[in-house]
């Protein structure tokens, strides 16, 4: 399998063909925001500065394995975490709505999606967390579709619990309290950040 995932202008500008399927990953100890970091939290009496987070999104056929792992968190506590479209900025609301694989057609930027049959965990990605008496913990799941040319850029692990399921609730968690940032495995984190 793949898993390179050149840069959009240099495929283009060389001619490669499209790759079909990437792993994405990123890790880091959380850290207040800053303009290059990459594993931050918003809210360190939940997420605590130093609290190492490390995911991987791993291409399968056609599926994806998404895998979060967390240590130093808050213990024997539960963290809703989602697939994000956008990088990890300097606030929680930087990282942008749920990556969806089917894009629910009613969701704008100021009213993401909350009809349960976009906002679920076969068409977005999300990692129910349960940390042990140490504050460590896994979460994993296995989504029905891979990422290419379009793929989510950060894991968001929020304040609530458990992701809603019902209609007008469906996929939020509460408020956002940490976020890694993801890259294509085997490169660099050369994101662009829009803020
Ligand atoms: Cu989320």
Not at 15 to 39: F, K, N, Y
Not at 112 to 127: G, H, I, K
Not at 154 to 166: L, P
Request: with cysteine; hydrophobic share 35%.
């Amino acid at each position: 399998m793949a898993v390179v995932w050149p840069t959009a202008c240099a495929y283009k500008g060389l001619g490669m063909s499209p790759i079909d399927a990437v792993t994405l990953h990123g890790q880091g100890a959380l850290a207040a925001p800053t303009l290059s970091s990459t594993a931050e939290t918003y809210n360190p009496a939940l997420a605590p500065v130093g609290a190492r987070v490390s995911a991987t999104l791993t291409p399968s056929a056609n599926s994806s394995t998404a895998e979060l792992t967390v240590s130093g968190m808050l213990p024997n506590r539960s963290y809703a975490a989602h697939a994000h479209t956008n990088v990890c900025g300097q606030t929680g609301a930087a990282a942008g709505p749920h990556y969806q694989n089917r894009i629910d057609p009613a969701a704008t930027p100021q009213k993401p999606s909350t009809d349960p049959q976009y906002a679920n965990p076969r068409n977005e990605v999300w990692l129910e967390l349960r940390t042990d008496a140490a504050g460590s913990g896994t979460a994993r799941t296995t989504v029905p579709f891979v990422f290419g040319d379009r793929g989510p850029g950060s894991i968001v692990v929020h304040e609530g619990m458990e992701t809603e399921t019902t209609p007008g609730k469906a996929g939020q968690a509460g408020a956002r309290i940490a976020c890694v940032t993801l890259a294509p495995q085997g490169q660099g984190t050369d994101v662009h950040r829009s803020s």
